[in-house]
Protein backbone atom coordinates (compact mmCIF):
# COMPACT_ATOMS: atom_id res chain seq x y z
CA UNK A 1 0.00 0.00 0.00
CA UNK A 2 1.19 3.19 -0.83
CA UNK A 3 2.05 5.70 1.66
CA UNK A 4 -0.92 8.25 0.90
CA UNK A 5 -3.03 5.34 0.38
CA UNK A 6 -2.73 4.39 4.08
CA UNK A 7 -2.62 7.37 5.08
CA UNK A 8 -6.04 8.01 3.60
CA UNK A 9 -7.78 4.71 4.90
CA UNK A 10 -6.58 5.23 8.22
CA UNK A 11 -8.34 9.10 8.27
CA UNK A 12 -11.31 7.27 7.19
CA UNK A 13 -11.13 5.09 9.67
CA UNK A 14 -10.16 7.93 12.01
CA UNK A 15 -13.21 9.64 11.48
CA UNK A 16 -15.34 6.97 11.86
CA UNK A 17 -14.02 6.26 15.00
CA UNK A 18 -14.57 10.50 15.36
CA UNK A 19 -18.11 10.27 15.26
CA UNK A 20 -18.79 6.98 16.90
CA UNK A 21 -17.17 8.19 20.79
CA UNK A 22 -16.30 11.92 20.26
CA UNK A 23 -15.53 12.84 23.74
CA UNK A 24 -13.25 9.58 23.92
CA UNK A 25 -11.00 9.40 21.15
CA UNK A 26 -7.65 10.73 20.28
CA UNK A 27 -6.29 10.87 16.57
CA UNK A 28 -2.49 11.45 16.62
CA UNK A 29 -0.26 11.56 13.74
CA UNK A 30 3.20 10.14 14.40
CA UNK A 31 6.71 10.49 12.84
CA UNK A 32 7.81 8.64 15.85
CA UNK A 33 8.99 5.51 14.44
CA UNK A 34 9.75 3.56 17.82
CA UNK A 35 8.08 0.23 18.96
CA UNK A 36 9.23 0.89 22.46
CA UNK A 37 6.53 4.10 22.40
CA UNK A 38 3.21 1.47 22.48
CA UNK A 39 3.49 1.24 25.86
CA UNK A 40 2.75 4.72 26.12
CA UNK A 41 0.23 5.07 24.33
CA UNK A 42 -1.43 2.05 26.05
CA UNK A 43 -0.93 3.53 29.52
CA UNK A 44 -2.89 6.94 28.53
CA UNK A 45 -5.82 4.90 27.05
CA UNK A 46 -5.54 2.35 30.15
CA UNK A 47 -5.51 6.01 32.72
CA UNK A 48 -7.95 7.79 30.83
CA UNK A 49 -10.18 5.53 28.84
CA UNK A 50 -9.24 7.51 25.64
CA UNK A 51 -8.79 5.24 22.44
CA UNK A 52 -6.17 6.20 20.65
CA UNK A 53 -6.21 6.73 16.71
CA UNK A 54 -2.42 7.31 14.83
CA UNK A 55 -1.23 7.55 11.70
CA UNK A 56 2.88 6.87 11.25
CA UNK A 57 4.72 8.42 8.26
CA UNK A 58 7.33 10.79 8.35
CA UNK A 59 7.80 14.80 9.07
CA UNK A 60 7.63 15.24 5.61
CA UNK A 61 4.77 13.36 5.15
CA UNK A 62 2.78 14.44 7.69
CA UNK A 63 2.92 17.84 6.90
CA UNK A 64 1.90 17.37 3.42
CA UNK A 65 -1.22 15.65 4.36
CA UNK A 66 -2.41 18.28 7.43
CA UNK A 67 -1.61 21.01 4.99
CA UNK A 68 -4.09 18.70 1.94
CA UNK A 69 -6.38 18.20 4.26
CA UNK A 70 -6.86 21.28 6.01
CA UNK A 71 -9.84 21.56 8.25
CA UNK A 72 -11.23 18.80 7.25
CA UNK A 73 -8.12 17.03 8.49
CA UNK A 74 -8.88 14.66 11.84
CA UNK A 75 -5.49 15.24 13.32
CA UNK A 76 -5.46 16.08 16.95
CA UNK A 77 -2.06 15.61 18.02
CA UNK A 78 1.02 16.02 15.47
CA UNK A 79 4.19 14.39 16.85
CA UNK A 80 7.37 15.33 14.94
CA UNK A 81 11.09 14.06 15.34
CA UNK A 82 13.05 17.22 14.38
CA UNK A 83 13.10 20.99 15.80
CA UNK A 84 13.56 22.09 12.27
CA UNK A 85 10.19 20.54 10.97
CA UNK A 86 8.29 21.75 14.73
CA UNK A 87 9.39 25.26 13.59
CA UNK A 88 8.16 24.84 9.78
CA UNK A 89 4.34 23.20 11.19
CA UNK A 90 4.16 26.25 13.41
CA UNK A 91 5.03 29.05 10.59
CA UNK A 92 2.82 27.46 8.47
CA UNK A 93 -0.17 27.76 10.73
CA UNK A 94 -0.45 23.64 11.20
CA UNK A 95 -0.81 23.93 14.96
CA UNK A 96 -3.06 25.22 17.49
CA UNK A 97 -1.42 26.96 20.25
CA UNK A 98 -2.45 25.95 23.68
CA UNK A 99 -2.25 27.06 27.20
CA UNK A 100 -1.39 24.58 29.80
CA UNK A 101 0.07 25.38 32.83
CA UNK A 102 1.28 21.09 33.56
CA UNK A 103 3.40 22.28 30.06
CA UNK A 104 4.24 25.28 30.55
CA UNK A 105 5.94 24.39 33.84
CA UNK A 106 7.17 21.06 32.92
CA UNK A 107 9.54 21.94 29.59
CA UNK A 108 11.93 24.24 29.80
CA UNK A 109 11.36 27.43 27.62
CA UNK A 110 14.48 27.05 24.93
CA UNK A 111 12.80 23.64 24.30
CA UNK A 112 8.77 24.99 23.24
CA UNK A 113 8.11 27.50 20.73
CA UNK A 114 7.76 31.11 21.31
CA UNK A 115 4.17 32.14 22.59
CA UNK A 116 1.85 33.07 20.15
CA UNK A 117 -0.02 36.63 20.06
CA UNK A 118 -2.73 34.77 22.27
CA UNK A 119 0.22 33.57 25.15
CA UNK A 120 -0.67 29.96 23.93
CA UNK A 121 2.15 27.78 23.27
CA UNK A 122 2.57 26.19 19.47
CA UNK A 123 4.42 23.25 20.66
CA UNK A 124 6.67 21.50 22.86
CA UNK A 125 9.62 19.26 22.94
CA UNK A 126 9.36 16.10 24.77
CA UNK A 127 12.74 14.81 24.35
CA UNK A 128 16.45 15.29 22.77
CA UNK A 129 18.83 12.94 21.30
CA UNK A 130 22.93 13.86 20.08
CA UNK A 131 24.44 13.55 16.97
CA UNK A 132 27.18 12.14 17.85
CA UNK A 133 30.26 10.86 15.69
CA UNK A 134 31.42 7.32 15.75
CA UNK A 135 35.31 6.42 15.07
CA UNK A 136 37.08 3.04 14.40
CA UNK A 137 39.02 2.55 17.24
CA UNK A 138 41.86 0.96 15.71
CA UNK A 139 42.24 3.76 13.50
CA UNK A 140 41.61 6.91 15.79
CA UNK A 141 41.53 8.46 18.16
CA UNK A 142 38.80 10.68 20.27
CA UNK A 143 41.40 13.55 19.40
CA UNK A 144 40.82 12.79 15.85
CA UNK A 145 36.78 13.95 15.53
CA UNK A 146 35.96 16.02 18.91
CA UNK A 147 34.72 18.20 16.82
CA UNK A 148 32.20 18.13 13.40
CA UNK A 149 34.64 20.49 11.57
CA UNK A 150 37.38 17.66 11.95
CA UNK A 151 35.04 15.42 9.35
CA UNK A 152 36.27 17.54 7.12
CA UNK A 153 39.87 16.97 7.59
CA UNK A 154 41.84 15.37 4.59
CA UNK A 155 42.70 12.17 6.93
CA UNK A 156 39.21 11.01 6.25
CA UNK A 157 39.63 10.98 2.63
CA UNK A 158 37.61 7.78 1.78
CA UNK A 159 36.44 7.09 4.92
CA UNK A 160 33.17 9.47 5.99
CA UNK A 161 30.10 7.50 5.94
CA UNK A 162 26.83 9.74 7.08
CA UNK A 163 22.80 9.43 5.85
CA UNK A 164 21.22 11.75 2.97
CA UNK A 165 22.14 15.18 3.62
CA UNK A 166 18.80 15.98 3.20
CA UNK A 167 17.61 14.17 6.17
CA UNK A 168 16.14 16.50 8.66
CA UNK A 169 18.42 15.02 11.35
CA UNK A 170 21.33 16.03 8.98
CA UNK A 171 19.73 19.62 7.84
CA UNK A 172 18.96 20.72 11.44
CA UNK A 173 22.61 19.69 12.22
CA UNK A 174 23.60 21.52 8.95
CA UNK A 175 21.98 24.84 10.19
CA UNK A 176 23.45 24.92 12.97
CA UNK A 177 26.60 24.91 11.88
CA UNK A 178 25.43 27.73 9.16
CA UNK A 179 24.60 29.52 12.72
CA UNK A 180 27.78 28.88 14.07
CA UNK A 181 30.17 29.11 11.47
CA UNK A 182 28.47 31.20 8.91
CA UNK A 183 27.45 30.41 5.38
CA UNK A 184 30.71 30.52 3.47
CA UNK A 185 32.59 28.08 6.18
CA UNK A 186 29.34 25.98 5.94
CA UNK A 187 29.43 24.76 2.29
CA UNK A 188 33.35 24.53 2.31
CA UNK A 189 32.62 22.05 5.63
CA UNK A 190 29.95 20.17 3.31
CA UNK A 191 32.12 20.15 0.36
CA UNK A 192 34.92 18.66 2.63
CA UNK A 193 32.20 16.05 3.90
CA UNK A 194 31.39 15.04 0.46
CA UNK A 195 35.19 14.82 -0.36
CA UNK A 196 35.94 12.38 2.46
CA UNK A 197 32.95 9.77 1.91
CA UNK A 198 33.72 6.24 1.80
CA UNK A 199 30.57 5.83 -0.22
CA UNK A 200 27.45 7.63 -1.41
CA UNK A 201 24.91 8.17 1.37
CA UNK A 202 22.69 5.29 1.82
CA UNK A 203 20.53 4.01 4.99
CA UNK A 204 19.84 5.29 8.30
CA UNK A 205 21.99 6.29 10.86
CA UNK A 206 22.33 2.29 12.79
CA UNK A 207 23.89 1.18 9.01
CA UNK A 208 26.50 4.21 9.17
CA UNK A 209 27.12 2.62 12.71
CA UNK A 210 27.60 -1.10 11.41
CA UNK A 211 29.51 0.69 8.68
CA UNK A 212 32.43 1.69 11.06
CA UNK A 213 31.99 -1.87 12.90
CA UNK A 214 32.68 -3.56 9.68
CA UNK A 215 35.57 -1.53 8.26
CA UNK A 216 34.00 0.77 5.57
CA UNK A 217 33.56 4.26 7.23
CA UNK A 218 36.46 5.03 9.49
CA UNK A 219 34.24 7.54 10.77
CA UNK A 220 30.37 8.12 10.77
CA UNK A 221 27.91 10.68 11.87
CA UNK A 222 24.70 8.64 14.15
CA UNK A 223 22.08 10.14 16.64
CA UNK A 224 22.46 8.69 20.03
CA UNK A 225 19.36 6.49 20.60
CA UNK A 226 20.63 4.47 17.74
CA UNK A 227 24.01 3.61 19.49
CA UNK A 228 22.53 3.02 22.70
CA UNK A 229 19.81 0.48 20.84
CA UNK A 230 22.41 -1.56 19.69
CA UNK A 231 24.30 -1.56 23.05
CA UNK A 232 21.19 -2.31 24.69
CA UNK A 233 20.39 -5.15 22.11
CA UNK A 234 19.70 -8.56 22.85
CA UNK A 235 21.09 -9.53 20.22
CA UNK A 236 25.33 -10.43 20.61
CA UNK A 237 25.62 -9.14 17.27
CA UNK A 238 24.38 -5.59 17.79
CA UNK A 239 26.67 -5.19 21.03
CA UNK A 240 29.75 -6.47 19.19
CA UNK A 241 29.32 -3.61 16.80
CA UNK A 242 29.14 -1.23 19.65
CA UNK A 243 32.76 -3.01 21.28
CA UNK A 244 34.22 -2.26 17.78
CA UNK A 245 33.62 1.73 17.59
CA UNK A 246 34.08 4.63 19.47
CA UNK A 247 31.81 7.42 20.31
CA UNK A 248 32.39 11.40 20.27
CA UNK A 249 30.07 14.26 21.84
CA UNK A 250 31.33 17.19 19.49
CA UNK A 251 32.52 20.31 20.31
CA UNK A 252 33.06 20.13 24.30
CA UNK A 253 35.48 22.70 23.60
CA UNK A 254 33.52 24.98 21.78
CA UNK A 255 29.35 25.26 21.12
CA UNK A 256 28.72 21.33 22.73
CA UNK A 257 27.17 18.91 21.00
CA UNK A 258 24.51 19.36 18.38
CA UNK A 259 20.76 18.19 19.87
CA UNK A 260 18.05 17.51 17.88
CA UNK A 261 14.55 17.76 19.99
CA UNK A 262 11.61 15.47 19.39
CA UNK A 263 8.40 16.98 20.29
CA UNK A 264 4.70 17.53 20.09
CA UNK A 265 1.55 19.80 19.21
CA UNK A 266 -2.27 20.21 19.06
CA UNK A 267 -3.12 20.18 15.54
CA UNK A 268 -5.04 23.73 13.96
CA UNK A 269 -8.01 21.89 13.11
CA UNK A 270 -8.33 19.10 16.00
CA UNK A 271 -11.88 18.05 16.98
CA UNK A 272 -11.11 16.63 20.23
CA UNK A 273 -8.74 19.22 21.42
CA UNK A 274 -8.85 18.42 25.35
CA UNK A 275 -8.30 14.76 24.59
CA UNK A 276 -4.85 16.25 22.96
CA UNK A 277 -3.78 18.78 25.58
CA UNK A 278 -4.69 15.88 28.34
CA UNK A 279 -1.67 13.84 25.89
CA UNK A 280 0.91 16.02 25.54
CA UNK A 281 0.32 16.39 29.12
CA UNK A 282 0.75 12.96 29.83
CA UNK A 283 3.78 12.66 27.31
CA UNK A 284 5.86 15.64 29.70
CA UNK A 285 4.77 13.54 32.96
CA UNK A 286 7.64 11.76 35.09
CA UNK A 287 5.77 8.34 33.99
CA UNK A 288 6.14 9.18 30.30
CA UNK A 289 9.66 11.45 30.34
CA UNK A 290 11.21 8.25 32.18
CA UNK A 291 9.99 5.96 29.14
CA UNK A 292 11.21 8.04 26.49
CA UNK A 293 14.66 7.61 28.51
CA UNK A 294 14.05 4.28 29.19
CA UNK A 295 12.06 3.03 26.24
CA UNK A 296 14.03 4.86 23.40
CA UNK A 297 17.18 5.95 24.93
CA UNK A 298 16.38 9.56 24.43
CA UNK A 299 16.73 12.02 27.03
CA UNK A 300 13.76 13.49 28.92
CA UNK A 301 12.71 17.05 28.02
CA UNK A 302 11.04 17.79 31.19
CA UNK A 303 12.78 19.31 34.33
CA UNK A 304 13.81 17.16 37.50
CA UNK A 305 13.41 13.82 35.53
CA UNK A 306 15.12 11.10 37.00
CA UNK A 307 16.15 8.30 35.08
CA UNK A 308 18.45 5.14 34.80
CA UNK A 309 19.38 4.69 31.12
CA UNK A 310 22.93 2.37 30.91
CA UNK A 311 23.73 2.65 27.97
CA UNK A 312 23.19 6.58 27.77
CA UNK A 313 25.74 6.79 31.32
CA UNK A 314 28.23 4.70 29.65
CA UNK A 315 28.23 6.64 26.46
CA UNK A 316 28.21 10.16 28.10
CA UNK A 317 30.36 9.07 31.30
CA UNK A 318 27.67 11.33 33.45
CA UNK A 319 27.09 14.74 31.68
CA UNK A 320 28.28 16.48 28.70
CA UNK A 321 27.56 20.11 26.96
CA UNK A 322 25.06 20.13 24.80
CA UNK A 323 24.55 23.31 22.03
CA UNK A 324 22.28 26.17 22.87
CA UNK A 325 20.42 27.45 19.73
CA UNK A 326 17.06 29.34 18.81
CA UNK A 327 15.04 26.45 17.03
CA UNK A 328 13.93 29.18 14.68
CA UNK A 329 17.58 29.83 13.89
CA UNK A 330 18.38 26.34 12.38
CA UNK A 331 14.63 26.10 10.98
CA UNK A 332 15.31 29.36 9.13
CA UNK A 333 18.87 28.23 7.70
CA UNK A 334 17.35 24.74 6.07
CA UNK A 335 16.39 26.39 2.20
CA UNK A 336 19.79 27.61 2.64
CA UNK A 337 21.48 24.46 3.87
CA UNK A 338 19.56 22.77 1.00
CA UNK A 339 21.01 24.99 -1.78
CA UNK A 340 24.48 24.33 -0.50
CA UNK A 341 23.72 20.24 -0.60
CA UNK A 342 22.79 20.78 -4.18
CA UNK A 343 25.73 22.64 -5.17
CA UNK A 344 28.31 20.32 -3.28
CA UNK A 345 26.54 17.65 -4.45
CA UNK A 346 25.87 16.15 -1.05
CA UNK A 347 22.79 13.25 -2.02
FE1 LIG B 1 15.29 8.31 14.07
Known amino acids: MTLSRSLLSLACLMS???????????????????????????????????????????????????????????????????????????????FLPIKSAKLEEAIPANLRSKPSDNGGTAWFGLSTRARVIVYNKLKYNKTDVDSYEKLADAKFKGGLCIRSGSHPYNLSLF????????????????????????????????????????????????????????????????????????????????????????????????????????????????????????GNNEWPAAKGVSFDNPALKAMTGGSFKSEVLPISAVGMNQIKVQQMLDRVGFK
Open 16 to 94: AASAMSQDKVLNIYSARHYPTDEVMYSDFTKATGIQINRVDADDAGILARLKAEGAASPADVILLVDAARLWRAEVDGL
Open 175 to 294: GAMTEHLGPQKTEAWLKGLVGNMARSPKGGDTDQIKGVASGECGVAVSNSYYLARLMRSTNPADRAVTEKIGVVFPNQNSWGTHMNVAGGAVARHAKNTDNAVKFLEYLASPAAQNHFAN
